[in-house]
């Protein structure tokens, strides 16, 4: 029989709702996050309305998307609008997949005011890809092969016998060193906050809404 003793601390968080009413917004919700202590690291995920509220958010956002950028992720010269890009897609009757760009923030080491910093992280949404049609995305291959607990295991316990030692380790950023290798050419829409700050997509006709939103091919299999 296990005690509680065998297990490892758990990390928690004790989360507050505080409402107060404002004169121009009325009434708003913000959330109050209190950490007790810990000996593992803590973070929080912000709501978009807090992602887009906070400036350190935003450039954690923007450090995310030149660091894609600088990988060749999407390729911005690609650059079109959705509706073009569906147009020119079925006159030449060339299949495409089209999708969205999720980004989320979060904030690490929450428990430690000092060492507080947003991370923010980019994939793909395939869970609303279109195709030209409009209609959902079938996939040629889905799989996934991540390091089980299994594994993990039995290296920690390789490495504890008399005379082993063993290590693990993690590709970095592994989507960014493989090439998007499917038989249809995919592409991603790209949010407003990772535009180029000249302006030359707004020359274009591109907006922020609809069949007006950019679209750029995707390069990296990014997750």
Same mark, same amino acid.
């Given at each position: 029989m296990m005690t509680s003793g065998s297990f490892p601390r758990l990390i928690t968080r004790v989360i507050s709702f505080h409402h107060y009413r404002t004169k121009r917004s009325g009434t708003v919700t913000f959330r109050a996050l209190t950490s007790v202590p810990s000996s593992r690291p803590q973070s929080t995920n912000l709501t978009r309305k807090e992602m887009y509220a906070s400036k350190e958010a935003m450039d954690a956002v923007r450090k995310e998307g030149e660091g894609l950028l600088k990988k060749d992720t999407w390729l911005?010269?690609?650059?079109?609008?959705?509706?073009?890009?569906?147009?020119?897609?079925?006159?030449?009757?060339?299949?495409i997949v089209m999708g969205d760009l999720l980004i989320t923030c979060s904030i690490k080491h929450w428990e430690n005011p000092a060492k507080r910093r947003? +991370? =923010?992280r980019m994939c793909f949404r395939g869970d609303c890809a279109k195709d030209e049609h409009g209609k959902a995305a079938v996939y040629q291959d889905l799989g996934v092969s991540?390091?089980?607990?299994?594994?993990?295991n039995a290296n920690i316990a390789y490495g504890c016998c008399p005379g082993n030692k063993t290590t693990a380790s993690d590709a970095?950023?592994?989507?960014?060193?493989?090439?998007?290798m499917s038989a249809q050419e995919t592409w991603l829409a790209i949010p407003e906050e990772l535009w180029p700050e000249d302006g030359s997509w707004q020359?274009?006709?591109i907006k922020n809404y609809g069949e007006h939103r950019p679209m750029c091919?995707?390069? +990296? =299999?990014l997750y």
């Open positions: 911005p010269d690609t650059v079109i609008r959705k509706r073009d890009l569906i147009s020119r897609s079925l006159h030449k009757k060339i299949k947003a +991370k =923010a991540p390091a089980g607990i299994f594994d993990i970095l950023q592994a989507y960014r060193q493989s090439h998007l020359k274009l006709g091919r995707l390069n +990296k =299999a």
